[in-house]
């Protein structure tokens, strides 16, 4: 069974940062691209950022430059390190893999960026 675990969520300040962890389980991890998805308070979901198995990463324009995606394939981990967070950041991180046809999420963590 495929498993991902989000944490490392919470409250901070404009201009601080946070690193967020997903640990994942049920599958060939380093064979897998593994992605993070946010939702904004009553706003759909938005693609932030993508690394492939090698370590190929790709990220959208609202947090290129200030978010970094990682991965450890020996701990079956992708992180995400965010900085200079910003209001708009306030959202729900999930992590997501694309198995076959299917999309794997898991349960999110919460991201409030707020004085």
């Known amino acids: 069974e495929v498993q991902l675990v989000e944490s490392g969520g919470g409250l901070v300040q404009p201009g601080g940062s946070l690193r967020l962890s997903c640990a994942a389980s049920?599958?060939?991890?380093?064979?897998?691209?593994m992605s993070w998805v946010r939702q904004a308070p009553g706003k759909g979901l938005e693609w932030v950022s993508v690394?492939?198995?090698?370590?190929?990463?790709s990220y959208a324009d609202s947090v290129k430059g200030r978010f970094t995606i990682s991965r450890d394939n020996a701990k079956n981990t992708v992180y995400l390190r965010m900085n200079s967070l910003k209001p708009e950041d306030t959202a729900v991180y999930y992590c997501?893999?694309?198995?076959?046809?299917?999309?794997?999420w898991g349960q999110g963590t919460q991201v409030t960026v707020s004085s």
């Open positions: 690394i492939s198995g090698g370590g190929v990463t």
């Open positions: 049920g599958f060939t991890f380093s064979n897998y691209a």
């Open positions: 997501k893999v694309i198995i076959g046809m299917t999309g794997h």
